[in-house]
């Protein structure tokens, strides 16, 4: 299976990891590890070899990207209260910056703006869905939709709320 995969895998490893001979390398040994525990089990069936190698591939190449661009930025978040917080706290020291506490406020003063600027129709599912956790069942009865409708109107909600921030996310980035 490595002989027959590996030049493929390789190639899309090379792609996924933006021409890094020593990541993509990396990525195709790690999958073809993966591969070998999953076989060895021997309590499952791979129709399609490749298709499946080149899954596992994918998923590690993604998760990889998305530790790196963690890594590379301090993500804030809205805590309990309503306020943002900073997720990449120190634990040490629990006390934010004075310049985290400004870009605190100022995010979440920006964020309360686009939230007021939603539409009802979708201001209170969006409320019920991301504020409360509630389920699509409960915000579908809420508000007379069915589930689909529900979850599609946060889908709209989120959407126009990225649109919304996007040019303050471009202005601190």
Request: with cysteine.
């Amino acid at each position: 299976m490595y002989e027959e995969h590996r030049g493929y895998l390789h190639g899309l490893s090379l792609r996924w990891s933006a021409g890094n001979h020593a990541e993509a390398e990396d990525a195709v040994s790690d999958v073809f590890c993966r591969a070998v525990d999953v076989l060895s089990s021997g309590n499952t069936v791979i129709l399609n070899e490749r298709a499946w190698l080149g899954r596992m591939l994918h998923n590690r190449c993604v998760d990889r990207h998305r530790r790196r661009r963690l890594e590379a930025q301090e993500p804030l978040v809205l805590d309990h209260e309503g306020d943002v917080g900073d997720m990449a706290a120190d634990h040490d020291n629990p006390l934010p910056t004075p310049e985290t506490e400004i870009l605190n406020r100022e995010l979440g003063a920006v964020l309360e703006c686009a939230l007021d600027t939603l539409p009802d129709t979708l201001k209170g599912p969006l409320n019920m869905r991301l504020i409360n956790g509630e389920p699509y069942g409960a915000i579908a009865e809420r508000f007379g939709l069915s589930q689909a409708n529900a979850r599609k109107r946060v889908q709209q909600a989120r959407e126009l709320l990225r649109d919304r921030l996007a040019g303050y996310m471009t202005e601190m980035g």
